[in-house]
């Protein structure tokens, strides 16, 4: 089990990363869009979740969205997004993609470890599934 952060503000990405430890759930931190948009790209289908904020530095999330919707679109299931956003952008993108969940900051961090764990049930059920 192991989850994607992409977010550049290392104080929520630590919460979340802490979080998520918690439950006995890996994750890989980056801080930067460009840097998570390779890890996607190289690696995006080994993450149970990806939890991408949308307002990040060289690459923004909703070019990761737009990315994953064109070469991996199954991935877009997985996708928790978190951003402070307007929330018209946020609505907008949600009722463009099949994203996983759309959740505004500041967020509760119940809603936020719902999603991710979600996903990883769902992704610890495909595999015993294929087994």
């Not at 430890?21 to 979740?49: T, Y």
Request: hydrophobic share 50%.
């Amino acid at each position: 089990m192991s989850v994607l952060i992409i977010e550049d503000d290392a104080s929520v990405s630590h919460l979340i990363a802490t979080l998520l430890r918690r439950q006995g759930i890996e994750s890989v931190q980056v801080f930067r869009g460009d840097v998570g948009f390779e890890k996607i790209d190289a690696s995006g289908e080994s993450f149970d979740a990806i939890i991408l904020d949308l307002l990040l530095p060289v690459v923004s999330g909703f070019e990761i969205i737009d990315h994953i919707a064109a070469v991996k679109p199954g991935l877009l299931g997985r996708v928790v997004v978190i951003s402070a956003a307007p929330a018209p952008a946020l609505q907008k993108l949600e009722a463009a993609h099949s994203l996983r969940a759309v959740i505004r900051k500041p967020f509760e961090l119940d809603a936020l470890l719902s999603a991710v764990t979600s996903c990883v049930d769902d992704s610890r059920n495909s595999s015993a599934n294929q087994a």
